[in-house]
């Protein structure tokens, strides 16, 4: 497996954002309403990702590492207000569906988490296919939140009804949604429906001997960090002799 296939495979299995890291948390619970919000979140991120990585890794050398996370910021937030003037001119809906969250995609961790830990320490094509690959699996995460949330809550998905709606004026029988999974609780139990069935899934195959992929990335809080967080330095405490 070349450089370029295992940076996607990480982004969409291995680490997946969503359903392995558990990043990006805000967006996912908020915008997942419906499967096409998630697709257009999703999709909104890879491409400020991809477009992040790629000039963050081109100016990694010339970025003093003192003023490294502005300079990121900088960097994000210009493409974040690129993309958010091009959904605005050219799918109005879906950017009065996302609202705040798409100006958000700035602060999102998993973008400032992959510019500090991937691009600005390697070249501008792995970084690229790192933004491809973590953007995708965000995308896929969000969207199948969203599609579950939907089908259940409304007995729609991507907008088209697929399960006919019980009608009680006209008595005739029908699915009855259950609107709670469109209210914001309704994103947790699907988020941790999801995430447990992954877990059950790899579980049951790691024990018919099959190989399971394990997270590379951060599995607890950046205080139980040996190497001083996700930069790799030791920060000085001030206790030191």
Do not use: H, W
Not at 204 to 229: F, H, I, Q, R, Y
Request: glycine share 12%.
């Amino acid at each position: 497996m070349n450089n370029c296939t295992e940076r996607i495979y990480n982004g969409l299995v291995k680490e997946n954002p969503t359903f392995v890291l558990m990043l990006g948390m805000c967006p996912t619970l908020a915008v997942t309403t419906s499967a096409i919000n998630g697709v257009g979140m999703g999709l909104s991120t890879t491409v400020v990702l991809v477009l992040s990585n790629m000039l963050i890794s081109m100016l990694r050398k010339i970025i003093p590492d003192s003023v490294r996370m502005p300079a990121f910021i900088v960097v994000v937030a210009s493409f974040v207000t690129i993309v958010q003037f091009l959904l605005e001119g050219f799918v109005p809906s879906l950017y009065d569906s996302l609202g705040i969250y798409i100006p958000l995609i700035v602060v999102n961790c998993i973008i400032l988490g992959r510019a500090e830990s991937y691009a600005s320490k390697n070249p501008v094509l792995p970084s690229i296919f790192d933004g491809i690959g973590m953007g995708l699996g965000f995308t896929v995460g969000l969207t199948a939140i969203g599609v579950v949330r939907e089908v259940i809550g409304t007995g729609a998905a991507f907008g088209k009804q697929i399960l006919p709606l019980a009608d009680a004026a006209a008595g005739t029988g029908g699915y009855v949604p259950v609107t709670i999974f469109i209210l914001p609780p309704g994103a947790f139990l699907v988020l941790a429906f999801l995430v447990a069935l992954q877990n059950k899934v790899r579980s049951n195959a790691a024990k018919k001997g099959k190989k399971v992929p394990e997270a590379s990335g951060c599995k607890e809080g950046c205080g139980s960090c040996g190497n001083g967080g996700c930069s790799g330095k030791v920060f000085p405490t001030g206790n030191e002799k």
